[in-house]
């Protein structure tokens, strides 16, 4: 069933949604806030280095990953330095 999603051959029920949501271990609303713009069709898509952090990101609480967020938004307002 997974793999039907990802390749967009079918759209999962709420019960299957919030089971995808506890397995990656967020709440089902942030998957229903990505756009598909947002989401790569595979893991094909993933440089290595985002693999990683994803595979690090699905290991963290719903709570650790809001603060990761807010300190993303943060860093992203920041002004680059150039050197």
């Known amino acids: 069933m997974y793999g039907r ?13 919030r089971r995808l ?8 609303a942030v998957l229903l806030d990505m756009s598909a713009r947002e ?7 993933l440089s ?4 990683k952090a994803v595979g690090i990101l699905r290991t963290w609480s719903e709570s650790k990953v809001a ?9 992203d307002a920041a002004p680059m330095r150039e050197e």
Not at 67 to 74: I, K, N, P, S, Y
């Open 39 to 45: 989401m790569p069709t595979t893991d094909k898509d």
């Open 5 to 17: 999603i990802e390749r967009g051959g079918m759209m999962p029920s709420v019960p299957a949604l």
């Open 67 to 75: 603060v990761g967020c807010a300190l993303l938004r943060v860093l």
């Open 48 to 51: 290595p280095e985002i693999r």
């Open 21 to 28: 949501a506890v397995a990656l271990g967020v709440s089902p």
